[in-house]
């Protein structure tokens, strides 16, 4: 069984791992993107993927924040 720091390295890594693929993977969306003809389909989806994007940042930001120790400071 593992302890309660070794639980949570494994969670803090996985959290990271998925993000960083996550990120990855969306990282073809963009030239994708582009190849849409309708202008307006393409604005719309840029938006959605750049605020994706925010949140998946965001993910990685506070539990990195929450491995250093300083999970309840505002970002």
Known sequence: M???????????A?????CHRIAH???????AIAKLSDP???SDLYE????????VESV?????RHEKG???KIL
Do not use: F, H, S, W
Request: net charge neutral; aromatic share 2%.
């Open 60 to 64: 990685k930001k506070k539990v990195i």
């Open 40 to 42: 307006g389909v393409r």
């Open 14 to 18: 996985t959290i990271k791992d998925a």
């Open 25 to 31: 993977a969306m990282m073809t969306l963009q030239p």
């Open 48 to 55: 959605t993927v750049y605020q994706l994007t925010a949140q």
């Open 2 to 12: 593992q302890d309660a720091t070794e639980e949570q390295a494994q969670a803090i």
């Open 70 to 72: 300083d999970a309840n």
